[in-house]
């Protein structure tokens, strides 16, 4: 951790809602000036789209699982030296994996590379001059038997619907813009369970702050789910680790965003339309006296 040169790390996986997370945090960042070294985790993936399959069909020749979820598919130790380079001095080095087309043909204009959708750009210095490190990924607080990503982590927020709500999620969106049928989609979830287990759930008992959305229809077989809950159909459900570390003021929270509630003394409750909107005033003061912080 470090207060001249802090960390922020939002973790959660794919089609969770880390996208409406980052979101808040750009928002924040541009009302505060604030200049941020954006770091995308997919960037640490161990291999490219090509290399994956590959290493996938192999793995399961052998009778074993590999998934984006566990250390044999992601660089840990090089995502740890980042962090704890960023923290020591404000530096370090970043790439992209490339997700599409429009993607690969900015990348390759700044780049001067003629890469595809699927493969990594090469590895660059971090901008100079940041105010902070912004992680948005899977791995953002993962601690394993050789690698301790979470130590170095000032703010880590955790972004997880209920599991079938994901699910629902996850299906549609591969289905819809990957074109994945069914089946290969709850393959997936099969072949990436063990490691959602070992590697993902953990880290939200290591986060500050979790955002749980949670649906209030039906969703008892996401199997078969037609459409995803819309936002005005859920609640979220936001857990503060330590309320008093973090200056929470629950009475202006709770005044600020309408039908807003407290579960827990620890928990409390808003519409899920008022996601976006509750994720930035309450991120806001904890980010501006981190900045504040870094002028002591």
């Given at each position: 951790m470090s207060k001249k040169h802090?960390?922020?790390?939002?973790?959660?996986?794919?089609?969770?809602?880390?996208?409406?997370?980052?979101?808040?945090?750009?928002?924040?960042?541009?009302?505060?000036?604030?200049?941020?070294?954006?770091?995308?985790?997919?960037?640490?993936?161990?291999?490219?789209?090509?290399?994956?399959?590959?290493?996938?069909?192999?793995?399961?020749?052998?009778?074993?699982?590999?998934?984006?979820?566990?250390?044999?598919?992601?660089?840990?130790?090089?995502?740890?030296?980042?962090?704890?380079?960023?923290?020591?001095?404000?530096?370090?080095?970043?790439?992209?994996?490339?997700?599409?087309?429009?993607?690969?043909?900015?990348?390759?204009?700044?780049?001067?590379?003629?890469?595809?959708?699927?493969e990594f750009t090469p590895w660059e210095d971090l901008p100079t001059g940041t105010d902070l490190l912004f992680y948005e990924g899977l791995h953002g607080l993962v601690v394993t038997e050789d690698n301790n990503v979470a130590q170095h982590v000032d703010l880590g927020v955790g972004v997880v619907p209920i599991i079938n709500l994901e699910w629902i999620q996850k299906i549609h969106r591969d289905n819809l813009e990957r074109g994945y049928s069914a089946e290969a989609i709850v393959d997936t979830i099969m072949r990436r369970m063990p490691d959602y287990i070992r590697y993902i759930t953990?880290?939200?008992?290591?986060?500050?702050?979790?955002?749980?959305?949670?649906?209030?229809?039906?969703?008892?077989?996401?199997?078969?789910?037609?459409?995803?809950?819309?936002?005005?159909?859920?609640?979220?459900?936001i857990r503060f680790k330590d309320p008093n570390k973090l200056q929470i003021d629950f009475p202006y929270l709770l005044a600020m965003i309408p039908n807003s509630f407290m579960s827990r003394r620890n928990t409390m409750v808003v519409p899920g339309g008022k996601m976006g909107f509750a994720m930035e005033i309450i991120l806001q003061p904890i980010i501006e006296r981190m900045m504040d912080a870094r002028k002591v």
């Open positions: 802090p960390i922020i790390a939002v973790t959660g996986s794919s089609g969770a809602g880390t996208t409406t997370v980052k979101r808040a945090f750009e928002h924040i960042f541009h009302r505060d000036n604030i200049r941020a070294a954006v770091i995308e985790g997919d960037s640490f993936h161990r291999y490219d789209r090509a290399a994956m399959k590959i290493e996938m069909a192999a793995a399961a020749q052998r009778g074993e699982s590999l998934s984006h979820f566990g250390p044999a598919a992601n660089r840990f130790d090089l995502l740890e030296e980042l962090f704890r380079e960023y923290g020591e001095s404000g530096t370090g080095k970043k790439r992209y994996y490339i997700h599409s087309d429009e993607e690969a043909r900015q990348l390759n204009a700044r780049l001067g590379t003629s890469l595809n959708p699927g953990p880290q939200f008992s290591l986060t500050d702050i979790n955002f749980q959305r949670v649906p209030t229809v039906d969703t008892s077989n996401p199997f078969i789910a037609r459409d995803i809950p819309t936002p005005d159909e859920s609640f979220v459900i």
